[in-house]
């Protein structure tokens, strides 16, 4: 089993910046990509960013050259950093994580970290 635990979640005033962090935990081999996915109240759950294990990123149209991906393959941690947020960038964020074993996809959801963005 793969823990996932959030941090970095609070309330930041709009234009600010907010780092989350997700470290992945327990048997966590063959662990491909990690990413965040959010969502806001009244809303489906969105992609904002994904990273795979060999660095290749993707993100939401919606947060492109406003939030950074990175990952840390040694310390099995995730990163977002979210400048420039706006108010609807608020919602809940949540640490993912998959791989493939066996032929078997599986997928990891942390418990999730509130983003707010108001003034």
């Known amino acids: 089993q793969v823990q996932l635990v959030e941090s970095g979640g609070g309330l930041v005033q709009p234009g600010g910046s907010l780092r989350l962090s997700c470290a992945a935990s327990?048997?966590?081999?063959?662990?491909?990509?990690m990413g965040w996915y959010r969502q806001a109240p009244g809303k489906q759950r969105e992609l904002v960013a994904v990273i795979s294990s060999g660095g290749r990123t993707n993100y939401a149209d919606s947060v492109k050259g406003r939030f950074t991906i990175s990952r840390d393959n040694a310390k099995n941690t995730v990163y977002l950093q979210m400048n420039s947020l706006k108010p609807e960038d608020t919602a809940v964020y949540y640490c993912?994580?998959?791989?493939?074993?066996?032929?078997?996809?599986?997928?990891?959801w942390g418990q999730g970290t509130q983003v707010t963005v108001s003034s």
């Open positions: 993912y994580a998959d791989r493939v074993l066996a032929g078997t996809p599986y997928d990891y």
């Open positions: 327990g048997s966590i081999f063959s662990i491909n990509a």
